[in-house]
């Protein structure tokens, strides 16, 4: 009776998305971790999905999303606070995530306490940040940001000693104090200005040594950020010139002595999406900051974060798309349209069909991403990783925006409506393009490899070459890939050798790690001469539909 309104009953409506184990039901997940050697981590994975897909979790989430966090500039006496507030369910997701270790969890071999290490710690990680950014991804941001710092900081030893055991410790402690006196850091990044973002050299903001300078030397710190996310970070790697070289800084909150640090935000941005995370704007006034590694090292320094937050853009999309396939799938399963189930009908079947392949790729794609970074020590792991980084993070974080609005659409009315969570994973899918290297700069990077670091290309043909014969087409695909590079490459081809790479390294992926049906409707579809790939739902005759959902999201 609860159902009954005066005028109506409630039918037809799909039941409410709750208990639903995130690792549990995902098979391309599963089946990526096996192969990066991470299958010792399943039932701590499993823990995990199990707690994040509850109505409960995805209840926070909203929370955190529609509660948005507000700065206060001041006190109310009027001096300088600069503290940003959060609602408790962001506070609750942040501590999730460092009891999971998201934010250090691929360098827990550098753990000194007896904690889990070895061969799948980064894919294990990887799986857990994967799972999360389904539920609430914004909170995300200062999580990545402290896990890549960590290879950034180590360019300073003496510093990176003193901060390690609070970088990864598994305890959140928001509580806005110096480092010393905490139990748990996390770290932001501030390089974008006004005046650029891609182009960092063009940065205004200078830092003075305040005795002689050198690596692990005090600076102070002037100019602003127009970009500078999560800023209740403990501290911040700044970029600022000294002289005419470019360097990169430890910004803390707080000076040595104690006393509250020169970062004067100036406003939270208003965004289309990412809406639990706070994007300030922010001045500094000589803000006390360590030099990291030696001046001019700013952008060497800070790629290395970079490469590492490129990673998690990645997971974080892949892991949206693979939320919004699953609630698309989940409605299509139980609403009912002309008599039949819309799972049923023979477009929507290939819609989702054509949906699983590209979540079945991103996450083969992000979580092989995830196993070379842990294994760069091993040449063909690090020039795979040169290679497929940017080509990663452009294509999945690229594919993601139209899957999300086909997801959305799935639900027909019921998906343009914020009550659900389909309409914030659509707003929240382009950021992980824009930030951290936008779309064309990612292609650039891989031009860079492809015209002047030609062993890493040639490592990368190599590893596509492993399945020939498997396919006809992929080896077409592949033929016609290295006549092109053969053919002499130029910048605005940049984007089309980028796809290609993509595509044929999904396809590589999931004829060795997927089901044969999986790999063929891939194969069909994103190798196809014709490019005959525009809106999701076209797929060629003869392949199993059903099949392909049902190997991508089990029900
Ligand atoms: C929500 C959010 C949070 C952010 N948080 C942070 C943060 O915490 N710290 C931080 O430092 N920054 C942050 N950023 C900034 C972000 O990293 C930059 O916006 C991004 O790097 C792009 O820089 P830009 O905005 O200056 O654009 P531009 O550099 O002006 O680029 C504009 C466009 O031109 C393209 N382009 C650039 N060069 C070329 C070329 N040679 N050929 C072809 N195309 C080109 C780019 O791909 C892009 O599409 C954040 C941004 C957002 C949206």
């Given at each position: ?79 300088r606070q600069d503290t940003v507030e959060f609602h408790p369910a962001y506070h609750h997701f942040m501590d999730m995530s460092k009891r999971a270790g998201i934010h250090c ?357 190599g590893w596509l070459s492993e399945v020939k014969g498997a396919s006809s087409q992929y080896d077409d695909a592949l033929a016609d890939l290295t006549d092109n590079i053969a ?36 194969i069909s579809t994103r190798l196809d001469p014709f490019g005959r790939h525009g809106a999701y739902g076209s797929l060629p005759d003869g392949l199993d539909a059903r099949a ?8």
């Open positions: 009776m609860e159902n009954q309104f005066d005028t109506h009953e409630v039918f037809n409506q799909p039941p409410v998305y709750d208990h639903v184990n995130l690792y549990e039901t995902d098979a391309p997940l599963k089946a990526a971790l096996a192969a990066e050697g991470a299958g010792w981590a399943a039932m701590d994975l499993n823990r995990f999905g199990a707690q994040l897909g509850t109505a409960e979790a995805f209840h926070q989430a909203h929370l955190a999303n529609t509660r948005l966090p507000e700065l206060n500039t001041f006190d109310t006496q009027g001096h969890g691929a360098f827990d071999g550098l753990a000194t306490d007896g904690r889990e290490k070895g061969l799948g710690v980064g894919a294990a990680r990887a799986a857990k940040h994967y799972m999360m950014s389904q539920v609430e991804a914004g909170h995300i941001c200062p999580i990545t940001m402290t896990h890549a710092a960590i290879p950034a900081l180590q360019n300073q030893p003496d510093l990176f000693a003193r901060l390690l055991p609070k970088l990864i410790s598994h305890t959140y402690d928001p509580t806005f104090r110096p480092i010393s006196d905490k139990s748990g850091i996390t770290i932001g990044m501030g390089m974008t200005e006004k005046q650029g973002g891609t182009d960092v050299r063009a940065n205004t903001t200078v830092a003075e040594p305040v005795e002689n300078g050198g690596a692990g030397q005090p600076y102070l710190i002037t100019g602003h950020k127009w970009f500078m996310s999560a800023p209740m970070c403990d501290a911040f790697l700044v970029l600022a010139q000294t002289g005419n070289a470019l360097s990169v800084f430890f910004v803390p909150r707080f000076r040595a002595d104690g006393s509250v640090n020169g970062l004067r935000f100036q406003r939270l941005k208003n965004k289309l999406g990412n809406k639990s995370n706070a994007s300030s704007e922010v001045e500094f006034h000589k803000a006390e900051g360590v030099l990291i590694g030696s001046e001019g090292r700013g952008i060497a320094n800070i790629m290395t974060m970079a490469n590492y937050t490129r990673l998690d853009c990645a997971l974080g999309s892949a892991g949206l798309m693979r939320q919004a396939l699953s609630r698309a799938v989940h409605h299509a399963r139980y609403r009912t349209v002309f008599q039949k189930k819309l799972i049923d009908q023979p477009m929507m079947t290939a819609l989702l069909a054509d949906m699983s392949l590209e979540v079945a790729a991103a996450t083969h794609l992000s979580i092989r991403l995830a196993g070379a970074y842990e294994r760069m020590d091993d040449p063909m792991n690090a020039a795979y990783a040169r290679l497929m980084t940017p080509v990663t993070k452009y294509w999945v974080t690229k594919r993601g925006p139209s899957l999300g609005y086909e997801a959305m659409e799935c639900l027909g009315g019921n998906g343009y409506v914020e009550d659900g969570v389909l309409a914030r994973i659509y707003r929240e899918l382009p950021v992980n393009s824009i930030w951290e290297g936008s779309g064309s700069v990612m292609c650039l990077d891989l031009m860079r490899v492809a015209m002047r670091e030609r062993e890493s290309l040639e490592a990368g043909i053919g002499g490459l130029n910048e605005a081809r940049g984007r089309w050798l980028t796809e290609r790479l993509a595509t044929l390294a999904s396809a590589k992926l999931l004829m060795e790690r997927a089901p044969g049906t999986v790999a063929e409707g891939y392909i959902i049902e190997a991508v999201v089990a029900f």
